[in-house]
C-alpha cells in the first residue's frame, strides 16, 4: 500500500475538475508553474503535514464520452499552451461511466453536445447511466469502480468528491430519518433517494470521505449523518464559496459593525460554462438560490430586508462568471446609502484551489480519527454544515484556532523529538 491519496470525483469532466487535474498535470510535467493554496497561506498550519497535491490520484466519472483532453478545450479554462502540453498524461486519468437515478431534458442536452473518446470506444455510457436499474444496482457498480480504482492504485484511502452539476431539490420523506429506513428505500428503489444520496451511502458503506463542493442534498440527512458516525467517514459541505457569497460574507458583517441597517440586496449571476447550462434550469437553479440568498440574514440577525438573487446562462462568458450587486443601506436619520460591487472572475479556477484543500484536509483531520462532519471547514463553504457561522473572517479564524488547539502540540511534540 503506498501513501498516495485516491480520490474519486463526481463530475470528474467538468470545468472545475478538469482545471484542478490538468494542475497536477502540469506539475508532474515540471511546466514551472505554482498553484497556491489557501492552506498554504497561515502559519498555524506549517508543519501539519497535509498531503503534497502531486501524492493525489484522481480519477472519477462523468455522463460525458469526451476525453479529458477534450473537456479541458471545451471548458477554456486551462491555457491552451498548457494543454498541449499535458495531454499525453491527463488523458490516462481513470474515467468510470455516471450513474444517474433519473435524468432530465437539461442534461440530455449537455450529453448532446459531447465528442466521442476515443478511450471509451468500448463503454456503452448510455446504457451503463440512462438504463432505469434498481438502486441496488447502481451502488454495486459505483462500488466496483471504487474497489477497481483502490487496486489499480493501491493508494491510502479514497476521498469522494462531488463536483457534479446542481440537483434539483430533493424531496425529504420518511426514508431519510434513520439508516436502516434508508436502506430498506434502497432495495426499494425510493425515488426520493437522489443519485448523490446513492454516491454518498456507496462511499460510507465503503469507508471513503466525502467532499460536497456542490448545493445538493447529498450526505446531509439524519440517515447518512448516522451511517458516516458508525462507519468513521469524515464529512464536509457544501456549496463550495468561490465568488459573490464570499464577498457578502465579509461586506454584511463590515456593515454590521458599523450599526449600517441593510435596507437591501440585489445580486444578479451571469456565466456561459456547463454549470450555467444546468442553472438556467428553473428547478436544477432553485437548490443553488437556496444557499446563495441564506447567509445574509443568518450574519446580520435579522430579515427585514429585499434580498433577490439571480442567475443568468449567457453563453458568451463562458467559465468566467461575472456577478453584480447592488447594496442599500441606511445610517443616522435613516440616511440612504448604496454600494456596487462588480465582480469578475473565472470560477474554475477560484473553486480549484478550495478542493484541493478541502482533499488535503479531510485527509488529514480524517488520520486524526475525526469523523462526521467537519464544521472547523466552514469558511470553504455557502452553506456549512454543522456550524452556525457564517461571517468569513470569524470562519477562518475557526479553522486556525482548532488547528492550534488540537494540534499544535503535537506538532512542537515531533518537533522536539
Same mark, same amino acid.
Given at each position: 500500500?503506498?501513501?498516495?491519496?485516491?480520490?474519486?470525483?463526481?463530475?470528474?469532466?467538468?470545468?472545475?475538475?478538469?482545471?484542478?487535474?490538468?494542475?497536477?498535470?502540469?506539475?508532474?510535467?515540471?511546466?514551472?508553474?505554482?498553484?497556491?493554496?489557501?492552506?498554504?497561506?497561515?502559519?498555524?498550519?506549517?508543519?501539519?503535514?497535509?498531503?503534497?497535491?502531486?501524492?493525489?490520484?484522481?480519477?472519477?466519472?462523468?455522463?460525458?464520452?469526451?476525453?479529458?483532453?477534450?473537456?479541458?478545450?471545451?471548458?477554456?479554462?486551462?491555457?491552451?499552451?498548457?494543454?498541449?502540453?499535458?495531454?499525453?498524461?491527463?488523458?490516462?486519468?481513470?474515467?468510470?461511466?455516471?450513474?444517474?437515478?433519473?435524468?432530465?431534458?437539461?442534461?440530455?442536452?449537455? !450529453? &448532446? #453536445?459531447?465528442?466521442?473518446?476515443?478511450? /471509451?470506444? @468500448? *463503454?456503452?455510457? %448510455?446504457?451503463?447511466? =440512462?438504463? +432505469?436499474?434498481?438502486?441496488?444496482?447502481?451502488?454495486?457498480?459505483?462500488?466496483?469502480?471504487?474497489?477497481?480504482?483502490?487496486?489499480?492504485?493501491?493508494?491510502?484511502?479514497?476521498?469522494?468528491?462531488? !463536483? &457534479? #452539476?446542481?440537483?434539483?431539490?430533493?424531496? /425529504?420523506? @420518511? *426514508?431519510?430519518? %434513520?439508516?436502516?429506513? =434508508?436502506? +430498506?428505500?434502497?432495495?426499494?428503489?425510493?425515488?426520493?433517494?437522489?443519485?448523490?444520496?446513492?454516491?454518498?451511502?456507496?462511499?460510507?458503506?465503503?469507508?471513503?470521505?466525502?467532499?460536497?463542493?456542490?448545493? &445538493?442534498?447529498?450526505?446531509?440527512?439524519?440517515?447518512?449523518?448516522?451511517?458516516?458516525?458508525?462507519?468513521?467517514?469524515?464529512?464536509?459541505?457544501?456549496?463550495?464559496?468561490?465568488?459573490?457569497?464570499?464577498?457578502?460574507?465579509?461586506?454584511?458583517?463590515?456593515?454590521?459593525?458599523?450599526?449600517?441597517?441593510?435596507?437591501?440586496?440585489?445580486?444578479?449571476?451571469?456565466?456561459?460554462?456547463?454549470?450555467?447550462?444546468?442553472?438556467?434550469?428553473?428547478?436544477?437553479?432553485?437548490?443553488?438560490?437556496?444557499?446563495?440568498?441564506?447567509?445574509?440574514?443568518?450574519?446580520?440577525?435579522?430579515?427585514?430586508?429585499?434580498?433577490?438573487?439571480?442567475?443568468?446562462?449567457?453563453?458568451?462568458?463562458?467559465?468566467?462568471?461575472?456577478?453584480?450587486?447592488?447594496?442599500?443601506?441606511?445610517?443616522?436619520?435613516?440616511?440612504?446609502?448604496?454600494?456596487?460591487?462588480?465582480?469578475?472572475?473565472?470560477?474554475?479556477?477560484?473553486?480549484?484551489?478550495?478542493?484541493?484543500?478541502?482533499?488535503?484536509?479531510?485527509?488529514?483531520?480524517?488520520?486524526?480519527?475525526?469523523?462526521?462532519?467537519?464544521?472547523?471547514?466552514?469558511?470553504?463553504?455557502?452553506?456549512?454544515?454543522?456550524?452556525?457561522?457564517?461571517?468569513?473572517?470569524?470562519?477562518?479564524?475557526?479553522?486556525?484556532?482548532?488547528?492550534?488547539?488540537?494540534?499544535?502540540?503535537?506538532?512542537?511534540?515531533?518537533?522536539?523529538?
Amino acid at each position: 500500500m503506498s501513501n498516495k491519496l485516491g480520490v474519486l470525483i463526481i463530475g470528474s469532466k467538468g470545468a472545475v475538475a478538469t482545471t484542478i487535474i490538468a494542475a497536477q498535470c502540469a506539475i508532474k510535467k515540471g511546466l514551472g508553474l505554482s498553484f497556491g493554496l489557501p492552506s498554504e497561506t497561515e502559519e498555524a498550519y506549517a508543519g501539519l503535514g497535509l498531503i503534497n497535491f502531486e501524492d493525489i490520484v484522481f480519477g472519477g466519472w462523468d455522463i460525458v464520452k469526451d476525453p479529458y483532453s477534450q473537456s479541458c478545450l471545451t471548458h477554456n479554462v486551462v491555457p491552451k499552451h498548457i494543454q498541449n502540453e499535458i495531454t499525453d498524461i491527463i488523458d490516462k486519468t481513470d474515467v468510470f461511466p455516471a450513474i444517474l437515478v433519473d435524468h432530465d431534458s437539461t442534461i440530455d442536452e449537455i !450529453l &448532446s #453536445s459531447e465528442t466521442e473518446n476515443p478511450r /471509451m470506444k @468500448d *463503454v456503452d455510457f %448510455s446504457t451503463a447511466i =440512462f438504463t +432505469k436499474r434498481p438502486l441496488p444496482e447502481l451502488i454495486k457498480s459505483v462500488e466496483y469502480d471504487i474497489e477497481a480504482f483502490k487496486t489499480k492504485h493501491k493508494v491510502k484511502k479514497v476521498v469522494m468528491v462531488n !463536483l &457534479s #452539476s446542481t440537483e434539483k431539490p430533493a424531496k /425529504m420523506s @420518511d *426514508v431519510h430519518r %434513520s439508516i436502516s429506513a =434508508f436502506e +430498506k428505500g434502497i432495495k426499494n428503489s425510493d425515488p426520493s433517494i437522489s443519485t448523490s444520496m446513492v454516491y454518498a451511502y456507496t462511499a460510507i458503506k465503503n469507508n471513503c470521505h466525502i467532499v460536497n463542493f456542490t448545493p &445538493s442534498i447529498m450526505f446531509d440527512v439524519p440517515a447518512l449523518l448516522e451511517f458516516a458516525k458508525k462507519k468513521n467517514v469524515a464529512l464536509t459541505g457544501k456549496d463550495g464559496k468561490t465568488g459573490q457569497t464570499l464577498y457578502k460574507t465579509t461586506l454584511a458583517p463590515m456593515l454590521k459593525h458599523r450599526a449600517l441597517k441593510l435596507t437591501g440586496w440585489y445580486s444578479t449571476n451571469i456565466l456561459g460554462n456547463r454549470d450555467g447550462q444546468v442553472l438556467n434550469d428553473p428547478e436544477h437553479c432553485a437548490s443553488k438560490i437556496g444557499t446563495k440568498k441564506s447567509v445574509l440574514s443568518k450574519i446580520m440577525g435579522y430579515s427585514d430586508f429585499d434580498h433577490q438573487v439571480h442567475i443568468h446562462y449567457y453563453l458568451p462568458r463562458g467559465d468566467s462568471k461575472e456577478a453584480w450587486d447592488n447594496i442599500d443601506f441606511t445610517g443616522w436619520f435613516d440616511t440612504q446609502m448604496q454600494m456596487k460591487i462588480d465582480w469578475l472572475g473565472d470560477d474554475s479556477i477560484l473553486a480549484a484551489p478550495l478542493v484541493t484543500d478541502l482533499i488535503r484536509w479531510i485527509d488529514f483531520f480524517s488520520d486524526k480519527g475525526e469523523c462526521g462532519i467537519l464544521p472547523q471547514l466552514a469558511s470553504y463553504f455557502k452553506e456549512p454544515i454543522g456550524s452556525d457561522e457564517y461571517d468569513f473572517s470569524r470562519q477562518v479564524d475557526l479553522l486556525r484556532a482548532y488547528c492550534i488547539k488540537n494540534y499544535a502540540k503535537a506538532k512542537r511534540s515531533k518537533r522536539s523529538k
